[in-house]
Structure formats: C-alpha cells, structure tokens
C-alpha cells in the first residue's frame, strides 16, 4: 500500500528523516509512535502530498484514495449529517448527475454505480458513525454552526470515517472525544475493511485496534508487527541483546588489547601482537542503543495540611446564565481521594471542575471549601494564560521575583524543559511543551488538590508514563477528566460519572464500565441509564476473580524472566573475565552449559508470557 524508500526531510536546517524508508502493507492497522516533535505529522503532510520532501521516495497504489482529518470542520447551515454524507465525493457527484443527465446509457451506467456502492444505506451508515462518536439524532439533523470546536472536529472525523479511504491517515484521533466516543472508535477500526496508519499516544486504543506499529526514533523509521505492547517487548529485548553483544566485544577488545600492551615491545611476539591489533580494528563494537531522553514531571507536594474533607457539595447546581447544567449534587472530596471523572462529553465534566476550582459560582445548594485549600485547575481553555509573545522562563520571573536565575532555570527544569526551550516563546512551543509549562506554573504554589482536564491530550506516550508516576508520588487529592485508560487506571481508584443532569459516585470498576456501554451501544442502540447497564457488585467481582488465575500466572512469569536474567548476566560476567580461561577446563564447560540452560528456560518462559499476556488480552476483550 505505502512504500517510503530513504526519505530525508529537513525542517528549519533541522533533520528530521535521514534515508528513512519503511513498507506498510495493504490492509494492516499500524500505530505510529515517538516523541513528540520528531516529525510524525510532517510525515503524514509528505505522504499528502502537502510539502515536497528533500530526497527519497514515497510510492502509494496509483488508484489508492488517501483520506485525514480536515483540520476545519464547516461551521454554517449546512446539517452535521449532510456534511458527512457530502465527504463521499463520488456519491455526491452520481446523485447530482442522476438529475441532470438525459442520456439513456449513462443514466443506466450511474444507477448501477450508485448500487455497486451501496449509495442508498448511505444515510444509515453515517448516521451510524455519528452515534457512535457521540451525536444524537436532535444533533445529526442541527446545523454545524452550533457545535463547538471539540465537537466540529469529531464532525470532520466523522466525514473522514464515512468516507473510507484506502489509506486512512488519522493524527490523534481520540483528542477530541470522550471515554465511549474512543471505545467506539477502537472497534470500529479493528474492523476497518482498509488500511489504517494512526498517530497515537494512547496505549489502549494501540493494543486493541492496531496490528503493526511504526516506531520514528533516531531520524528513522522502523517496522514492527503485533500491538503496542508487544512492539514495547520486542524492542525491549532488542535493545538488550544488542547492548549485551556490545558488551562483550568491548570486553574482547579490552582483552586483546591487553595482549597488545604487554607484548607489543617484545619482538617474539610482536606478530602475534600486530595480529590481534588487526583484530581490534576489524571488530569495531555497534553503538549503543538507548532511549530517547523524557523529561520526567515534578509538582510541588501541598503546602498546607488539608482539612477532612476538603471540599463537601449538598445539594448543589451549577451552570452559566440561567442555563442550568448540573443539579442536586452531593459529595465529598477527602485529602487522599484519586478520583477519575468520566462520562459522555457534554454531561457536564468540565462545568464540575470549574465548580470546585472556583472558576464559576453554585446557582443552588452548599458548596463548602477548606479555607486554605488551593486548587490547580488544568484544561485546554487554561491554555490561553499563558503569554504567546513570553518564553517560559520570563513567565518563571514573573512568579519567581527575587530569586536568581539559576532557581528560576531549576524550576522550568523540574517542569520538563530543556534548557534551549526555555528561552523560547511560549507561541514556539510544542503542545506537549505547552501543558508541562502550565502544569508547572498552575501547581507552583504546592496546591492542595489538582484538577486536570484532559492533560495528556498533547504528551507522547513517554510523557504521558512520567505524568502517571508524578501524579502517584504527588500528595494531595486528584480529580482527572481523561479518556486515556492508562492514566485513569495508574492514577484513580475511584470512579465519578456525569450522567442525567448530575455527578454520581459510579460502583463498578473501569473494565466493567466499557464492556457495559460497548454491549449498550452493540445490543440496545444507545440510551438508558447507567443503572440499567452497568453489572452488579457481585458480577464484576465474579470477572475478576476468573481473569485472577491468568493475571497471576503472567506475574509468575515475569518474576521468573527477570532471576532468569540475573543468572545469565552473572554467567556472562564471569565469562568475560579472562582469567576463567586460564582455570580449569570443567569450570569453563559447566558456565557455557548453564548458560546454555537459563538461555533456554529464558525464551520457554517468555513465550509462556506472551501467550499469557494474549489470552488475558482475549479474555477481557470477551
């Protein structure tokens, strides 16, 4: 389907490919993964056609249509279902010719067409992709204009679906919806009859709906099969085996230069020492692999000891205007509460997080607050407090008056940011660079509680792994809005669901939250409460308890693989010692036929894993 042969492209001097090249076969789902600003967007934009690339090659099917995201989304009259049926062009042009053209043959040649593609259940198609991205049949028939941008941009999704290119480019496509719009998304492209190449940081939606994953890293573009997680393993061990063997011909080296040093002046074995200098010059040890440096996240640990509870809600409505969104809530919030808030976009999430940050003030009811709680609030809409014309390190000054540079630089460094970066203007910035700057500034202050919206919609996947681990040693309450599971099931162990006017405590873990609304849409077409759908207390215990057995032989598995390793790290230290050589020949045998013996109990057991790790993946997808 995509063939990219030694692409080299350079942005601003800057290289971003160098001889890349990569094969994606027709038909295959493949992620496309790696650090935020190493080009995976501008690849897309070659592969368009959009930028001409310096050298190389990029050969697609010569009738392949290429479909991506509009970035602009109409905003007029015109229905949001019409908009979709409107992306099939070909559709379009055959209806409009049905009513115009007089010519018997070709009248006869468009209706056969329009039936070849299944131009008549094209209504019902689209319409079926805008339920599944959240649309109500009131809001198919609304006019685009009255959409936000969030919700304009799952339109232009929609058109792109409904469309079905042959090759689909998608470029994060779950940054615009919620939990069920991205559940919905990963199966309907699982099943997606063509091919799929996806920019993604979201582990889930890369385990269950792709089957290959491109890794950029390096300037260069690599190919592997299997999901996210298996690509994770795979390069794992790669990497490892690579090092090991880099090792060991440095560990050569070292002894045949050994050799070279003691012998060289001495003219009896100078040959034998010019021999093993030819030796050294002919092995020359690969370069060693490594990841690619991720800034980790560092927030500021509560200044103040938090009342219990923090913050208490009895009764309590909110909205704007005389719209009210939200009524009659009643609930708490305690210092060490991880609560994850979840639920169809529009429900009112966001309204809640304002409430509790103060941005807006209850309409009804007692909302009470500790008094020297401090709360940071992150969304996308905070996005706009940051100065565009001011580099971040200004923006630290201003926070930081009286303090040297070298603690204002400290601080922007505990953000994440490299030193070049922080004297760069805050327009200039990569989203990711963006939300780490405003994480850093909103909870400067040691908050007692963090409210995040969304954060991980601009993190590479690296990113998104050093929040997880920043927001566990972080002390204070947590309340995240997110439809990346990763985070939510790191981070939260409690679910809030905004549903039917109002925000409730939800009694059923995340895996049976997804298998109840994937079967509500599946099996009833939508609607009905969360009490109609959800399963029972004793239900989910009773899916834990069966996937328990599976879920502990994987950790069995994984103990033993990493002793397994120790042992063949330890035998492989004791052969690198030159001095074994020079001992008994029984102790040399005994070490090569141990190592023999770990190696292969190594590669039994990891298969056993990664068939474990398939059958719980199965398992819960069932």
């Not at 926070?399 to 601080?411: G, L, N, Q, V």
Request: aromatic share 6%; glycine share 8%; hydrophobic share 40%.
């Amino acid at each position: 389907m995509l063939t990219i042969s030694n692409l080299t492209y350079r942005i601003e001097g800057r290289e971003l490919f160098e001889e890349a090249s990569v094969v994606i076969p027709t038909g295959s789902k493949t992620g496309f993964v790696g650090k935020n600003g190493t080009g995976k967007t501008t690849l897309f934009h070659l592969i368009q056609g959009n930028i001409h690339l310096d050298s190389g090659n990029i050969e697609l099917n010569k009738k392949a249509r290429i479909g991506g995201v509009a970035q602009e989304a109409p905003a007029g009259e015109e229905s949001v279902l019409d908009v979709v049926l409107a992306a099939d062009k070909e559709r379009t042009a055959l209806l409009a010719e049905a009513e115009t053209a007089t010519d018997a043959h070709r009248i006869a040649e468009v209706y056969t067409r329009l039936a070849d593609i299944d131009a008549y259940s094209a209504e019902a198609r689209a319409s079926s992709i805008l339920k599944g991205l959240g649309f109500e049949q009131d809001r198919q028939n609304g006019p685009t204009r009255e959409l936000s941008g969030g919700w304009r941009m799952r339109v232009a999704l929609a058109a792109v679906l409904f469309s079905q290119p042959d090759l689909l480019l998608l470029d994060e496509p779950t940054n615009y919806l919620d939990l069920e719009g991205t559940l919905w998304l990963e199966k309907y492209l699982a099943t997606y009859p063509y091919t799929v190449f996806m920019i993604s940081h979201d582990r889930d939606l890369l385990n269950k709906s792709v089957n290959s994953i491109v890794h950029l890293e390096h300037r260069k573009l690599t190919f592997y099969k299997g999901n996210y997680d298996t690509f994770e393993n795979t390069r794992r061990m790669q990497m490892e085996l690579h090092n090991k063997s880099r090792d060991q011909a440095l560990d050569q080296v070292a002894h045949l230069q050994k050799f070279v040093d003691r012998f060289k002046a001495k003219a009896t074995k100078a040959k034998q020492a010019q021999s093993r200098m030819k030796m050294i010059e002919k092995l020359r040890p690969p370069a060693a692999l490594f990841d690619e440096f991720s800034a980790p996240f560092t927030f500021q640990q509560p200044k103040a000891e938090a009342a219990t509870p923090m913050l208490t809600l009895d009764g309590v409505s909110a909205g704007y205007g005389d719209k009210t969104i939200l009524r009659n809530i009643t609930m708490r919030i305690d210092p060490d509460d991880r609560i994850a808030l979840i639920g169809v976009n529009g429900n009112g999430k966001s309204t809640f997080a304002k409430l509790l940050a103060g941005d807006i003030q209850p309409m009804a009811g007692q909302f009470r607050k500790g008094k020297k709680l401090e709360i940071a609030h992150f969304a996308q809409h905070q996005m706009d407090k940051l100065k565009p014309e001011w580099t971040p390190f200004e923006h630290v000054v201003d926070m930081m008056p009286t303090d040297s540079e070298a603690k204002r630089r400290s601080r922007l460094s505990q953000m994440g940011l490299t030193k070049s970066r922080m004297d760069t203007k805050a327009k200039n910035l990569s989203g990711g660079e963006r939300a780490r700057l405003l994480m850093g500034l909103i909870t400067f202050g040691g908050p007692g509680m963090m409210i995040l919206d969304e954060p991980t919609n601009h993190l590479d996947i690296d990113s998104r792994d050093a929040l997880v681990h920043a927001l566990n040693n972080y002390e204070g309450a947590v309340l995240i809005i997110s439809h990346d599971r990763h985070l939510i099931e790191a981070t939260c162990d409690t679910l809030w669901i905004a549903e039917g006017g109002t925000i409730k405590e939800l009694d059923e873990d995340l895996d049976s939250y997804q298998r109840s609304i994937t079967s509500n849409k599946e099996g009833k077409g939508g609607g009905g409460s969360t009490g109609a759908r959800k399963l029972s207390k004793q239900e989910a215990a009773a899916r834990r308890a069966e996937l328990a057995p599976i879920k502990t032989s994987i950790k069995d598995a994984e103990t033993k693989i990493a002793r397994l390793k120790v042992e063949i790290e330890k035998i492989e230290a004791q052969l690198a010692d030159p001095k074994v050589y020079n001992g008994p020949a029984d102790r040399l045998i005994a070490l090569g036929k141990d190592k023999a013996r770990f190696g292969a109990d190594l590669e039994t057991t990891e298969e056993q894993w990664l068939a474990l790790s398939a059958e719980l993946e199965e398992a819960e997808r069932a």
